[in-house]
């Protein structure tokens, strides 16, 4: 049984979790205790260890985010709630930590705690936890870094390195400037979704490219790209005009200083 602690500063928001966990997941989650302060929070933390935070992002007077500061390692995992989808909560996705968008149901709940359940090193989590807490830091919407899940875990790696993915079913292929591949355990659809899309642009349906790393283009025998590491790919007949636009866009404008 996961031991878990709740931090909101809604007395009603902390019972009706309380009531999910002890309805619908009583043989999963034991609840050590709800506090209402980050504060309160970090003495249960330090006096009995829960293994799980249910963490509010926006309390009365802070953010939840004040709690890293009070930890040189982050050894229970996190699972933010919040009533806002917001800046916060891209950076959180970027970092890959779960969330929870209130008002909580069991769907949502059920499904976080599956993922939970093929739990992470604590090494691991605390890369990404500072891993959220460095795109948090940033000036712009233009985070540093992304989690890439494997099967082993997770490996962070900077945006500003990844040349391009390309996807093969529910897994896909990340390849970085240091000649790296990373075999990622989701679809080319959600990296898609997560990467900037004033830098990553669709050429095929199995192809996402990073067009700071664009070398040239050609019309001949069909459209195709060559990326600066040699590497070459076709652009669909579909995604070419897009992809035209996108390259046009993109000499005008500042690259990606990641």
């Known amino acids: 049984m996961i031991t878990c602690l709740i931090i909101d500063d809604e007395k009603n928001s902390r019972d009706f979790l309380i009531k999910l966990i002890n309805q619908y997941?009583?043989?999963?989650?034991?609840?050590?205790?709800?506090?209402?302060?980050?504060?309160?929070?970090?003495?249960?933390?330090?006096?009995?260890?829960?293994?799980?935070?249910?963490?509010?992002?926006?309390?009365?007077?802070?953010?939840?985010?004040?709690?890293?500061?009070?930890?040189?390692?982050?050894?229970?995992?996190?699972?933010?709630?919040?009533?806002?989808?917001?800046?916060?909560?891209?950076?959180?996705?970027?970092?890959?930590?779960?969330?929870?968008?209130?008002?909580?149901?069991?769907?949502?709940?059920?499904?976080?705690i599956k993922r939970l359940e093929r739990k992470q090193t604590a090494s691991t989590n605390q890369l990404r936890i500072n891993a959220l807490l460095q795109n948090l830091n940033t000036d712009?919407?233009?985070?540093?870094?992304?989690?890439?899940?494997?099967?082993?875990?997770?490996?962070?790696?900077?945006?500003?390195?990844?040349?391009?993915?390309?996807?093969?079913?529910?897994?896909?292929?990340?390849?970085?400037?240091?000649?790296?591949?990373?075999?990622?355990?989701?679809?080319?659809?959600?990296?898609?979704?997560?990467?900037?899309t004033s830098v990553f642009v669709r050429i095929h349906k199995s192809t996402l490219v990073n067009l700071n790393y664009i070398t040239s283009y050609s019309r001949v025998n069909g459209y195709s790209i060559t990326m600066s590491s040699g590497k070459k790919f076709d652009v669909s007949f579909r995604k070419n005009d897009e992809f035209l636009s996108s390259i046009l866009q993109k000499k005008t404008q500042p690259e990606n200083e990641n």
């Open 25 to 112: 997941f009583g043989s999963k989650l034991y609840v050590v205790d709800a506090v209402d302060s980050v504060a309160k929070g970090v003495e249960v933390i330090n006096k009995l260890h829960p293994e799980l935070v249910f963490l509010d992002i926006e309390m009365k007077g802070e953010d939840g985010f004040q709690l890293f500061k009070h930890f040189d390692s982050v050894l229970f995992d996190i699972i933010f709630t919040t009533a806002h989808k917001n800046y916060a909560i891209d950076a959180i996705k970027h970092a890959a930590i779960d969330y929870l968008l209130k008002p909580l149901n069991f769907v949502d709940l059920n499904d976080a």
């Open 140 to 196: 712009s919407t233009l985070f540093n870094k992304i989690a890439l899940p494997t099967a082993t875990g997770y490996e962070l790696e900077k945006i500003s390195n990844i040349l391009y993915c390309e996807g093969d079913g529910n897994y896909s292929k990340v390849a970085t400037l240091q000649n790296k591949e990373i075999v990622v355990s989701k679809t080319l659809k959600y990296l898609e979704s997560i990467l900037p």
